[in-house]
């Protein structure tokens, strides 16, 4: 009698807790609100599951409980009863996938005015590379990774030249964009994650994965990685900032393009004094960025 009684409070307890606990999402931030809709389909569904079965247990330990004299019967075969649990469990399984195979289509199926954004992960920073002017990120190659290119952009190919390198510093989007995030790692496997847009992929050292989103308002998030890479995983944080257009095109403005961080490579003082100007500008840029995060 006690342990139905403490079954059925075990069921009681955890629904209350679910509907007055003080710890939900936090408030989103991009277009993925299918993906809270399947979590909640998925909350409901084991929900269910799981009081039925509680309280199917309290139930049998109550009604079949010891009594002098009585003995249990032996049934190992029931039909019936296999056939409705097969179907029962063969729907229930079904609406916990489905919903998750629609939003996975959509989550990578990229809309043709999507920017790119290239993610590169390393043990322990996160940096970003957007495209130039031309809109088009250059080929890049984990074997070229150096201290001189930290991204590994191959410097021969036309469309990297321009491309923005933000390396383990604040990125920051615009507002209403729909961004293709393309993910590399340069060492381990690594997983982009920023909560507020629900969205996140592996970062898999070899091959790139993507995925898109849009930011639907502005603020400062977290990056997270949610892949355990080693000792400075819990350490590794990034911010992106989601900006209004105007603030974007500023904090662009300020950004080093490949072909200004590869200038000091080059002798002459026209490279030297390009350098000189970027510096500047970076100098700028890291006054106005929030450390706290690193
Ligand atoms: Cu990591």
Redesign the pocket.
Known sequence: MAIALVLVLVVVGSVVFHFLSPWWWTPIASNWDYIDNTIIISFWITGVVFAAVVLFMAYCVFRFRHREGNRAAYEPENQRLERWLTVVTAVGVTALLVPGLFVWSRFVTVPSDATELEVV?Q??QWSFRLPGKDGKLGTSDTRIVSAENPLGIVPSDPNGQDDIVVEAADLHLPVGKPVKVLLRSIDVL??FYIPEFRAKMDMIPGSVTYFWFTPTRTGTFQVL?A?L?GQG?PL?HGVAVVDTEQDYLAWVGQQQTFAQLSAPQKTGSAARSTESTTASGLDVAAKLETPEAR
Do not use: L, S
């Open positions: 992960a043990q322990w690594h997983d990685c892949e890479c995983h590794m």
